[in-house]
């Protein structure tokens, strides 16, 4: 494992599967009823066209190395091969999910593929497609819930992503955060005490929060519903694939376990689902929420009195080519409970749980809480909050030019004060490490991982 080995980080000999695979695609070609086209290359054309992808790949070059296992910082890993390849051969037709006169087959796949998520999430019946990410497959679980509930308040915990107060205020719609306690979970006392003002329309529950991978009390939150009568959204975009990890805590395994009771889902297949960015998925429970979506296109749905996916969908155009790289991941890797997928999931939480041993057992560290996915976070000791978050920030520095890639979050004080009692609470934020271990292959590395993480703590710390 040292850097002094031969190293190929970005595997390429798959590059020639796609020969034979676009060959097959051809075919579709040799038996229509379509007179002869070349679309070939001359020899000016393919060497013009070299010059511009290496200056490509030169500029690529100036990146963090997102795909080594010391890349362990933010959410970011890159696709399985399976979907970067699937990915590029749909390309070929670049299919656009909106309508099925734009992508017959990738829009067959997408309707397979999002069933699939449904129903590893616990949905019996579904609808729902995939969207451009996380980002709008909320805002389409929000604005079904404010059909649903005109002028009611929608709110989220204050861990929850900020998307939920930015999307309520695009869509004008009254928005609360609800506190949390010392384990970044949502208050379910705070929730009830604000339940009782009778105008919550929808409950953001989030399972897997983006900065620490906290998990909201959802079966409490259940419990809540039964009284007080609301809409629950799950924001899993992060969290939602942990449903398959064999190793969860009593706690988070009893949230995942009941998924199936919401109203609707998000889940981002382009965070822990092996996708190319571009690909989230909204899910909604009772499918006759599509009447919400109606509407008259003059010029799109002809070619089918089928379901055309932007009947269902706010975005129009879409990359039928997410569904494709998504339905042909799931393909190699099924989503079931003891297969290879849901072992390397498990995998993630595990390399989490060994990390926070790690730091709580070397004094220089302050871990808040144990990890519930395969996010950890974790304070430096010091006589006062400030100091600690310059010395996290050094960390960062030092271990980025030692190849360790880790990242800073600020976090509300309250997560730390019971376990760092002694210091000098000077501000109420504190400026932690954070890493995101959402690679099978950190579980190898995590002594590397270790090594240089202490090493790049000040000797006078
Ligand atoms: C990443 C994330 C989002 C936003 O999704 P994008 O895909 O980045 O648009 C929303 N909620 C949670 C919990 C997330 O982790």
Redesign the pocket.
């Known amino acids: 494992m040292t850097t002094k080995e031969k190293s190929r980080v970005l595997e390429h000999q798959s590059l020639e599967l796609l020969n034979q695979a676009v060959a097959i695609m051809e075919e579709s070609f040799t038996n229509a009823n379509l007179p002869s086209y070349d679309s070939s290359l001359d020899h000016e054309q393919t060497m013009q066209l070299q010059t511009v992808l290496n200056e490509v790949a030169t500029r690529l070059k100036d990146n963090f190395p997102y795909p080594h296992p010391l890349y362990a910082g933010q959410?970011i890993k890159p696709p399985h091969v399976v979907a970067r390849l699937a990915y590029t051969l749909a390309l070929w037709f670049n299919p656009n999910n909106h309508a099925l006169d734009g992508g017959r087959a990738s829009s067959l796949m997408e309707k397979e593929a999002v069933a699939n998520l449904a129903l590893m999430l616990g949905f019996r019946e579904h609808l729902g497609h995939l969207t451009?990410?996380?980002?709008?497959?909320?805002l389409e679980a929000l604005w079904v819930a404010d059909r649903l509930h005109p002028g009611k308040t929608i709110v989220a915990s204050s861990q929850?992503?900020y998307?939920?107060s930015r999307i309520s205020e695009v869509l004008k719609i009254p928005f609360k955060s609800v506190p949390v306690d010392a384990r970044a979970r949502m208050d379910v006392a705070e929730l009830e005490s604000m339940l009782q003002s009778n105008d919550i329309g929808t409950v953001v529950v989030?399972?897997?929060?983006?900065a620490t991978g906290s998990i909201d009390p959802l079966t409490e939150i259940l419990e809540l519903q039964k009284k007080y009568k609301f809409r629950i959204h799950i924001?899993?975009?992060?969290?939602g694939y942990f449903k398959l990890a064999e190793n969860l805590s009593d706690h988070a395994r009893r949230v995942f376990d009941a998924l199936g009771e919401a109203d609707s889902i998000?889940i981002?297949p382009?965070?822990h689902g092996l996708q190319p960015?571009g690909c989230?998925c909204v899910l909604f429970k009772d499918p006759s929420v599509g009447r919400f979506y109606k509407h008259d296109s003059p010029y799109t749905y002809f070619s089918s009195n089928e379901l055309h996916l932007g009947e269902i969908s706010l975005e129009c155009s879409r990359p039928g080519a997410s569904a494709v790289a998504l339905w042909a991941t799931q393909k190699l890797l099924p989503m079931e409970t003891n297969s290879l997928f849901a072992k390397n999931i498990s995998t993630c939480r595990k390399t989490a749980l060994d990390l926070c041993q790690k730091l709580m057992h070397d004094d220089r560290f302050t871990v808040p809480f144990e990890p519930e996915l395969d996010i950890v976070v974790f304070a430096v000791k010091a006589q006062s909050a400030s100091l600690s978050s310059e010395k996290a920030k050094e960390i960062f520095a030092r271990a980025a030019n030692a190849g360790l890639h880790l990242a800073v979050a600020n976090l509300p004080a309250q997560f730390f004060k019971q376990k760092m009692p002694d210091i000098n609470w000077d501000q109420d934020t504190i400026a932690c490490l954070r890493s995101c271990l959402m690679k099978p292959e950190h579980q190898e590395w995590l002594p590397e991982i270790w090594g240089i993480l202490t090493n790049s703590v000040l000797r006078n710390s």
């Open positions: 959410m451009s990410g996380g980002t709008m497959a909320n929850a992503h998307t939920h989030t399972t897997g929060t983006t924001d899993a975009a992060y969290g998000v981002d382009h965070k960015y989230g």
